[in-house]
């Protein structure tokens, strides 16, 4: 699997899709935890020789590995910090922004799902995909963005060619039990139906 690489472009995603990283490569502690490496004692162990060895390497390969995915520019920037933490923490506060900055983000966001309307030459699966985005960036940011919102937008702004399908699933089924993935599955449902006539 190759590491994710940050060219100063939506950093959210990056940062999520690096952590996930360096978690399956067993690196992650030592980015979140900027632990000290001991000195060896005298006459150490064979234990302790090990021990120390590991986890030496292991801040050196956490460093390694988000040297080898940020741009040059911002490599440049990162050379000076001691550890992999330091890197991790200084990209946060650079491209991450403080919490003003993400709650404007994700006002700016929530203004910009409510504006959405489904075209007619849109498909169900193109409108709600746009919509996901949207929450998923929300989320991305630290805030929460319910499933039924999308649901409930979905279901008030879709074109008279779906008004069947909410018709249906308004007859048979109790709406505030059904989940998104069920609505997304009756339009599609419905379009399978079309094409088939």
């Known amino acids: 699997m190759a590491p994710p690489s940050f060219n100063e472009e939506s950093y959210q995603i990056w940062a999520v899709r690096k ?5 399956a490569l067993d690196l992650w502690e030592a980015v979140e935890h ?6 060896l004692p005298n006459n150490p162990i064979i ?14 390969k956490a460093k390694t590995c988000l040297y080898t995915t940020v741009s040059s520019t911002i490599f440049t920037r990162i050379t000076s910090l001691k550890s992999a933490k330091e890197v991790w923490d200084y990209l946060k506060n650079e491209y991450e922004g403080d919490e003003r900055i993400r709650e404007l983000q994700v006002l ?3 203004r910009e799902f409510e504006l959405q309307r489904m075209k007619e030459s849109e498909t169900r699966k193109e ?3 746009r ?13 929460s963005f319910n499933d039924s919102r999308i649901f409930d937008k979905i279901l008030v702004i879709v074109p008279e060619r779906f008004e069947a399908t909410v018709t249906t699933l308004e007859n048979t089924k109790d709406l505030s039990k059904i989940t998104l993935a069920e ?3 009756a339009f599609q449902a419905q379009k399978q139906q079309r094409v088939m006539r």
Not at 34 to 39: C, G, H, L, M, T
Not at 131 to 140: Q, Y
């Open 34 to 39: 900027d632990y000290e490496i001991v000195p």
């Open 131 to 143: 919509l996901l985005n949207i929450a998923n960036r929300v989320r991305l940011l630290g805030s």
């Open 127 to 129: 409108y709600s995909d």
């Open 19 to 23: 952590q996930t990283y360096l978690e």
């Open 108 to 110: 700016n966001l929530v």
């Open 183 to 185: 609505l997304l599955s």
């Open 47 to 60: 234990a302790q020789i090990k021990n120390h060895k590991e986890r030496k390497t292991m801040k050196s």
